[in-house]
Nanobody, 121 residues
Framework: QLVESGGGLVQAGGSLRLSCAAS???????MGWFRQAPGKEREFVGS????????HYADSVKGRFTMSRDNAKNTVYLQMNSLKPEDTAVYSC?????????????????WGQGTQVTVSS
C-alpha cells in the first residue's frame, strides 16, 4: 500500500514536499511519481532507482523537482520548487517490482490514491 501526503494549495513560485509512504518493503523497488490534471492524460513526473542513485525527470519539471528516498522509512519524496499554475494536478506515487526505472505507467505494479496539488497564480 502506498499513501501520499503533503499536497495542498500554494502560490506560484512556492514549494511543496510530497511524501509517499509504503506499508511494505520497497527498498528493492523502483519508484515513480505521476500527475494528472483535470481533462488531461496521466503524466510522468519522475522516477528513482532502489538505491536512489539513478533518477529521471520529465522535461517539464527538470531543475525544479527533486526525488529522493529513505529506504529505512520506506518513504519516497518529491520536493517541488518554483511551482507554476500548470503544475496543478493530482500527484500519485507508484512502485515497480524492478530495479529499472521507467517513464511508462503501465510498468508500475502498485499505486497510491494521490494527493492534490493546486498552484495559484
Amino acid at each position: 500500500q502506498l499513501v501520499e501526503s503533503g499536497g495542498g494549495l500554494v502560490q506560484a513560485g512556492g514549494s511543496l514536499r510530497l511524501s509517499c509512504a509504503a506499508s511494505g518493503r520497497t527498498f528493492s523497488y523502483a519508484m515513480g511519481w505521476f500527475r494528472q490534471a483535470p481533462g488531461k492524460e496521466r503524466e510522468f513526473v519522475g522516477s528513482i532507482s532502489p538505491s536512489g542513485g539513478s533518477k529521471h525527470y520529465a522535461d517539464s519539471v527538470k531543475g525544479r523537482f527533486t526525488m529522493s528516498r529513505d529506504n529505512a522509512k520506506n518513504t519516497v519524496y518529491l520536493q517541488m520548487n518554483s511551482l507554476k499554475p500548470e503544475d496543478t494536478a493530482v500527484y500519485s506515487c507508484a512502485a515497480r517490482r524492478s530495479v529499472v526505472i521507467t517513464t511508462d505507467p503501465e510498468n508500475y505494479d502498485y499505486w497510491g490514491q494521490g494527493t492534490q496539488v493546486t498552484v495559484s497564480s
